[in-house]
T-cell receptor
C-alpha cells in the first residue's frame, strides 16, 4: 500500500499564532512531497513542492516566509503557517509519490485549519 | 496561462446509468492525466491515470479517454451506484511531477 498521514486532522488557533502541520508517508519513502490548499467548494491549489534535504519550491503567489516547509527526512514534511490570520483558514492537504519520476500521488487526509 | 476546466455544476443521474464527466484544458501539453475522487472533508483518492499516447483506459466500472488534439479527457462510470456520489477531480502533470487540478465535478447518483 501507500499511506500518507497528516497531523493534526484539524486545528483551531488564534490570529497571530503559528501552526505546524505534519505529513508522513507511512510505508514508503518520498523524496518529494507536495502541499495543497483547498477552500470550500474549490479545487486543490498547489502551494509548494517539498524536497527532502533541500529548499522547498513555492508556486507563484505563495509567500515562502509565511508558509515554512521543512522536509527533514524521506518520510516527513512539515508545513508551518506563521502568524496565521483568518484568511489562512483552509483545508491543507499533502501528497507524496513513491519515487522519482513516479506518476501517482498519494494524498493525506487533510488538515482543517481555522484561525479565529 | 494554463487552465483546467471541469463542469462546476453538479451532475445528477439515476442509479444504474452511466455518468460522464469532462475535463478540458488549455495551454498544457501534459504527458499524462489523472482522475481522483474526493469525498467531503477528505483528501483525494487516485482512480486512474492515462498517458498521452493512450486513447482509453479502463478499471472495473471506470473508463477514461484522453484526446490530446481536443485537449479533453472524459471520465465514465458505468452502472453507477449511490456510493459513487462524490466530487471527481482531474489533474494534469506540469513538470517535476507537479500536478494541477481542475475545480472538480460533483456527482450525485440517486437510488
Amino acid at each position: 500500500g501507500a499511506v500518507v498521514s497528516q497531523h493534526p486532522s484539524w486545528v483551531i488557533c488564534k490570529s497571530g499564532t503559528s501552526v505546524k502541520i505534519e505529513c508522513r508517508s507511512l510505508d514508503f519513502q518520498a523524496t518529494t512531497m507536495f502541499w495543497y490548499r483547498q477552500f470550500p467548494k474549490q479545487s486543490l491549489m498547489l502551494m509548494a513542492t517539498s524536497n527532502e534535504g533541500s529548499k522547498a519550491t513555492y508556486e507563484q503567489g505563495v509567500e515562502k516566509d509565511k508558509f515554512l516547509i521543512n522536509h527533514a527526512s524521506l518520510t516527513l514534511s512539515t508545513l508551518t503557517v506563521t502568524s496565521a490570520h483568518p484568511e489562512d483558514s483552509s483545508f491543507y492537504i499533502c501528497s507524496a509519490g513513491k519515487g522519482a519520476g513516479t506518476d501517482t500521488q498519494y494524498f493525506g487526509p487533510g488538515t482543517r485549519l481555522t484561525v479565529l | 496561462s494554463q487552465k483546467i476546466e471541469q463542469n462546476s455544476e453538479a451532475l445528477n443521474i439515476q442509479e444504474g446509468k452511466t455518468a460522464t464527466l469532462t475535463c478540458n484544458y488549455t495551454n498544457y501539453s501534459p504527458a499524462y492525466l489523472q482522475w481522483y475522487r474526493q469525498d467531503p472533508g477528505r483528501g483525494p483518492v487516485f482512480l486512474l491515470l492515462i498517458r498521452e499516447n493512450e486513447k482509453e483506459k479502463r478499471k472495473e466500472r471506470l473508463k477514461v479517454t484522453f484526446d490530446t488534439t481536443l485537449k479533453q479527457s472524459l471520465f465514465h462510470i458505468t452502472a453507477s451506484q449511490p456510493a459513487d456520489s462524490a466530487t471527481y477531480l482531474c489533474a494534469l502533470d506540469a513538470n517535476f511531477n507537479k500536478f494541477y487540478f481542475g475545480s472538480g465535478t460533483k456527482l450525485n447518483v440517486k437510488p
